[in-house]
C-alpha cells in the first residue's frame, strides 16, 4: 500500500508536465545520477538511481566556470531532501531519489504558494522551524546573484553585460532589502535593519511574503530553469521570465558603462507597463553626448516613453520614468503611469498619489516659466528637477513629493549632477523614425529667434545623430 501512495503522488506531480517536459527532467536527473535511457520515466521503481549533493556541484563544475555559485547548489540539494516521500524516513537520506527529484521540480515550477513555500523554508534552512531575518535575508541575496549569474553565464541578458553595467554587488543588496521590506509580521508591522534581522518569523509570514513578493517565484524559475538547464527551451506560459530582462540597444561598442546595474534594471522594468518591458534604448549619455541641456533635449524629444537616471556628485542614483514623449511646452504633461525611483544608496520605486497630475515636464528657452527637465511636486520644489541650466538639480521633498509620495532622492536637496542617461523604453513612436526629425530649436520658434536675436548660432546643427539601426545589439 505505500508503494501505491508512493507511486500516485509521484505521478500526480509527473502528470503536471507536459510529455517533452517529462523527457527534459528525466534527462537531466539521468544525467545527475549517472544512469541513461528513460527506463524510470513511466515506472519509477525500475530506477533507483539517486542523486548526491556531489553530483549536483560536479555538473556545476564539469564547466570551466560554474553555472549556478556553490551556495545556491546547496541550497537546491537542501530543497530537494526536504521532500517527504511516504513510506521514507524523512531527511535522514543524503541522496535524492527520482522522485524528491520530481516533486521538487513540480512544486517549484508548477506548484502554488503552499507547495513552493515549503521548499523555498528548507533552502533558506536546512533544520526549518522559525527562521530569523538575516537567514531570509542571506537567502534573497544568494537567489538574486544566482540569476545575475546564471543569465550572465548562460548569455541570457540580451546585450546587457557585466562588463556595460555597473557592478551588481550593491544592487544585489539593495534589491534584497527592498524585497525584504514587504516583510510583515502577522499583525501588519514592517520592521527595519537590525530590527528585521534579528526577529523570528514563522512559516505563514514567510508564505505570506512569498505570495506578495512575485520576484522570489520568478527568480527561483531562473535558478533552475537555466541554471540546471531543465524546461528552459520549451515554450511557456509566464511571460514574467520573457521580460525579466529587457533587450539593451544602442550601448553595443560604444565604450559606455551604464548607470543602473542588473537587479537594478530587473526591478525597474518589472514596474513599466507590459508593452514596454521588452526592449531599452539608449538615447541620451551625458558621457556620450556632452553635458548639454540643448544635447538632451535634441536626443529625447518626441521619442517616446523613457526613463531618465541621474547620478549626483555624492554617487547616489536616481530617476524617474516618463509614460509619454517628452515635449518641450510650458505645461505638465504624462500620466498617472508615470513614477520616480531611487537604485542607489537604496532601490525603490514611487508612484503617483492622486494628489495632482505634475507628472513631467520639459521647458526650454523661454523667460516667463522655469526651463529644465521636471518630474513631480511643482515649480520651485520638484521630486526630480534638472535645470537647463545644465548640472544643477534638485530633489525637493519635505517630507515626501506630493505627486509621488517620493523622499528626497538626491544625497544634498540642491545637487551638482555627474552623469544622466535617458533609454527609450518599448517600441519607438512611429514619428522618431521620420527623416529630418525637428530639433528643439525647431519645434520652439521663440528661441530660434531669440538665439538668432543675440548673434549666436544654433548649437544643435551638425551635432544630430542618425537613429540608432534597431537590430545591432542582440
Not at 549517472?34 to 530506477?47: D, E, F, I, V
Not at 537567502?139 to 544566482?146: G, M, N, P, R, V
Not at 541641456?293 to 518626441?302: T, W
Request: with cysteine; net charge negative; aromatic share 8%.
Amino acid at each position: 500500500k505505500m508503494g501505491n501512495a508512493e507511486s500516485n503522488a509521484y505521478q500526480n506531480h509527473l502528470s503536471r508536465f507536459l510529455p517533452e517536459e517529462q523527457s527534459d527532467i528525466d534527462g537531466l536527473f539521468d544525467t545527475l545520477s549517472g544512469s541513461s535511457g528513460s527506463a524510470g520515466a513511466r515506472n519509477p521503481k525500475a530506477a533507483k538511481k539517486t542523486v548526491t549533493l556531489a553530483a549536483l556541484q560536479a555538473r556545476q563544475f564539469a564547466h570551466t566556470r560554474e553555472p549556478l555559485p556553490g551556495p545556491m547548489t546547496a541550497r537546491l540539494y537542501n530543497g530537494m531532501k526536504s521532500i517527504d516521500l511516504p513510506g521514507k524516513s524523512s531527511g535522514l537520506s543524503e541522496q535524492i531519489a527520482k522522485e524528491q527529484f520530481v516533486i521538487f521540480m513540480s512544486n517549484l515550477l508548477k506548484g502554488n504558494a503552499d507547495e513552493k513555500i515549503s521548499i523555498v523554508m528548507r533552502m533558506i534552512s536546512k533544520t526549518g522551524g522559525p527562521l530569523k531575518g538575516k537567514q531570509i535575508q542571506e537567502f534573497t541575496e544568494d537567489l538574486i546573484t544566482s540569476v545575475v549569474h546564471v543569465l550572465s553565464y548562460r548569455k541570457e541578458l540580451k546585450g546587457w553585460s557585466l562588463e556595460n553595467t555597473r557592478d551588481s554587488s550593491s544592487g544585489v543588496k539593495a534589491l534584497a532589502s527592498e524585497l525584504l521590506s514587504e516583510l510583515k509580521l502577522p499583525d501588519g508591522t514592517k520592521l527595519m535593519g537590525s530590527q528585521l534581522l534579528e526577529t523570528n518569523f514563522d512559516q505563514s509570514v514567510i508564505e505570506d511574503w512569498v505570495y506578495r513578493v512575485p520576484q522570489i517565484s520568478v527568480f527561483l524559475s531562473v535558478v533552475i530553469r537555466q541554471g540546471l538547464q531543465v524546461l528552459h527551451s520549451l515554450p511557456d506560459q509566464t511571460n514574467d521570465i520573457l521580460n525579466l530582462v529587457p533587450h539593451c540597444k544602442g550601448i553595443k561598442g560604444r565604450g559606455v558603462v551604464s548607470l543602473f546595474d542588473i537587479p537594478a534594471i530587473i526591478y525597474i522594468n518589472s514596474h513599466l507597463p507590459a508593452e514596454m518591458q521588452h526592449k531599452w534604448q539608449l538615447l541620451f549619455s551625458s558621457r556620450l553626448h556632452g553635458e548639454s541641456f540643448s544635447q538632451l533635449c535634441a536626443h529625447i524629444v518626441n521619442k517616446g516613453p523613457c526613463l531618465v537616471i541621474i547620478r549626483d556628485l555624492d554617487g547616489f542614483l536616481f530617476g524617474g520614468f516618463a509614460s509619454h514623449s517628452w515635449e518641450v511646452k510650458p505645461q505638465f504633461q504624462g500620466d498617472n503611469r508615470c513614477f520616480l525611483f531611487s537604485v542607489f544608496p537604496t532601490l525603490a520605486v514611487y508612484t503617483y498619489t492622486g494628489y495632482n497630475d505634475h507628472y513631467m515636464y520639459l521647458n526650454h528657452g523661454q523667460q516667463t516659466m522655469p526651463n529644465g527637465l521636471g518630474m513631480g511636486g511643482q515649480h520651485g520644489y520638484f521630486g526630480l528637477w534638472i535645470d537647463s541650466d545644465y548640472g544643477k538639480g534638485h530633489s525637493k521633498a519635505k517630507p515626501r513629493c506630493t505627486t509621488y509620495n517620493s523622499p528626497q532622492l538626491s544625497a544634498k536637496e540642491d545637487f551638482t549632477l555627474d552623469a544622466m542617461e535617458v533609454w527609450a523604453v518599448g517600441d519607438a513612436p512611429e514619428s522618431a523614425g521620420r527623416k529630418g526629425k525637428k530639433s528643439i530649436l525647431d519645434v520652439d520658434p521663440q528661441a530660434q529667434a531669440l538665439l538668432e536675436m543675440a548673434g549666436k548660432s544654433r548649437q544643435s546643427e551638425g551635432l544630430r545623430e542618425p537613429m540608432e539601426e534597431d537590430e545591432d545589439d542582440d
